[in-house]
């Protein structure tokens, strides 16, 4: 595709419900990344693949979040018993090079956990 | 925790001024870049800068590096009102440079 393409980009859910968030890359792009942020911070990290695999899953708060990507190219953030302070915008971004080059940034799902 | 911490946290200037914002690091990197976010929208690449650059150029945008204060600073020329919006710096965190990790963000506003 064009760009990087995130769906829903709006997701509001009860405390307690299951979420999953999907993220479409730039089409060949082998890195894609996960981010959360929250309203007037900065990106926070979450997750960083590199292929299938997860080359860097230290962001992930907690074992409610887990993201799969398992044919390198699409990636699913799921999101279990979710908590108001899960709300926020999820961020996808993808790179053919990693963080040794610019990153494309999708449009965000914005979370909201009432 | 954010590796980049933006300076100021919040800008206002007239139309036609110069924008400047500093970014402040702890760690080693292998290069230094900032993005811009308008409001709701995601994150748009502005400029990379490597650690062995002092100073980057494109367009109305200039970039230098410090590594040995472990600081950035990016300036806008000639702000237009269409510079409003969010500026991130964000350093690559990992010994593989595959990390990125933002700072906090400056939020310019520019008033026509």
């Known amino acids: 595709g064009a760009g990087v393409s995130q769906t829903p980009s709006n997701k509001v859910t009860e405390k307690g419900k299951y979420v999953e968030l999907r993220c479409d890359p730039i089409s060949g792009h082998t890195a894609l990344y996960w981010y959360r942020q929250s309203l007037g911070q900065g990106p926070e990290f979450l997750i960083y693949?590199?292929?299938?695999?997860?080359?860097?899953d230290s962001g992930l708060p907690n074992d409610r979040f887990f993201a799969v990507r398992p044919e390198g190219s699409v990636s699913t953030l799921k999101i279990q018993r979710t908590e108001r302070g899960d709300s926020a915008v999820y961020l996808c971004a993808s790179s053919s090079s990693g963080g040794k080059g610019e990153l494309f940034f999708g449009e965000g799902s914005r979370l909201t956990v009432l | 925790s954010q590796q980049g911490e933006e300076d100021p946290q919040a800008l206002s200037i007239q139309e036609g001024e110069n924008a400047t914002m500093n970014c402040s690091y702890k760690t080693s990197i292998n290069n230094l870049q900032w993005y811009r976010q308008n409001s709701g929208r995601g994150l748009v690449h502005l400029i990379l800068?490597?650690?062995?650059?002092r100073e980057k150029h494109s367009g109305r945008l200039r970039v230098t590096l410090d590594t040995s204060k472990k600081s950035s600073s990016l300036l806008i020329t000639a702000s237009r009102a269409a510079d409003t919006a969010s500026y991130f710096c964000a350093t690559d965190s990992d010994a593989a440079g595959n990390k990125l990790t933002f700072g906090g963000g400056t939020r310019v506003l520019v008033k026509p």
């Open positions: 800068i490597r650690s062995n650059e």
């Open positions: 693949f590199q292929g299938t695999g997860a080359a860097d």
